[in-house]
């Protein structure tokens, strides 16, 4: 029996333990990674302590778990039926699982899968343990077992720091083409200097919208995103402005074309208002950051106005596919993240420091092997 190291939460609340486990082999379709770094995600603090209470209807994985959302190495080994995918080749593992046979499932709607899992995180239905039990391993282990079908092939540009952050740039990502983001659009991003928000901007620059609007507290995390394209975006701090007065007086009194919501949980439903208001007719609200207070939206307006409100929770495979393209040909710049590297024996600390970083520049990363 092979052993390998692998860091697991046994209680809830409690600091993960580095314990050594049974490495994974391959079922007939999937393949075995090495593990060459995990994004330590700012949302995990939640998912281990507060998510049994908050979200009930989450489920998580049984105890003790190998946590770790967003993995990158290296393909180590490949199960019998896997054709394509061969040993050596450099890999995210896209953490979104189903079942495979559900009626979203073969629509080709798999994110709609009733049982829908985060691999190494949590899932969204009563399938979601069964999931846990085929595919048990987070990213915060030296190797993983993931179907051969959720791995995003990296060209040798693409880190594997820099790759393990796809799964926030891919959540914005997503919204962003299912809000229409192309050449010509103007958008405007809440929470435009967090770790979703960022990856919002650096999207929607790579997509060709000409004109960015990133709105945030920090005045100068704003500034240093506004250096990303000084040309393409504009900045504003809360309270500085009305949000959409400001974007009117950017875009020839219309409004934005799209807004990507970024805040998260605990931030006031007036600031999602306020970006809804901001919209030209016909424009479209993305909703990535899980905003939890309700929201009193005018329907008639909306109806009149013609302006469209969209949940989006991940992203797939080929949209992670189309990042890493647009990272090798540098439409999607990579280079702006700062990485802090833990290893896996540090993986504890690695959370602390989550909760510690200025904004989504900062990538907090576990290296397994290190």
Known sequence: MSLMQAA?????????????????????????????????????RNVITTYPEWFPFLPLPKLPAIYGLDAAGIVSEVGSHVRNVKPGDRVYVNPGRDTGDSYASRRGERINDPAYTFQGYFGFGAGSQQVFEDYPHGGFCEFMKAPADGLVILPESISFEQACRFG???????????????????????????????????????MGATKVFAVARDRELLEQVRQLDPRRVHVLSY??????????????????????????PGAPKETTLAGIESLRRGGRMASIGGMS???????FRLMCFQISIIGSLWFTVGDGQDMAEMAAAGTLDLSVFEQEIFPLSEVNEALDAVEKRR???????VVPGK
């Open 8 to 44: 697991r939460l046994h209680e809830v609340g409690k600091p993960f333990q580095v314990d050594q486990i049974e490495k994974p082999t391959p079922g007939p379709h999937d393949v075995i990674v090495e593990v060459k770094a995990c994004n330590v995600v700012p949302n995990l």
């Open 239 to 264: 309270g500085d402005e009305p949000i959409g007065d400001w974007v009117r007086k950017h875009t020839d009194g219309l409004g934005a074309d799209i807004f990507i919501d970024a805040i998260g």
């Open 293 to 299: 207070e309700e929201l009193p939206v005018e329907m």
């Open 168 to 206: 926030y740039l891919g959540t914005s990502y997503s919204a962003l083409k299912k809000a229409g983001a192309a050449a010509g659009t103007s958008v405007l991003i809440h929470g435009g200097t967090g770790t979703l928000g960022l990856g919002a901007v650096l999207n929607a620059l790579g």
């Open 359 to 365: 904004g989504g520049f900062t990538n907090v990363v």
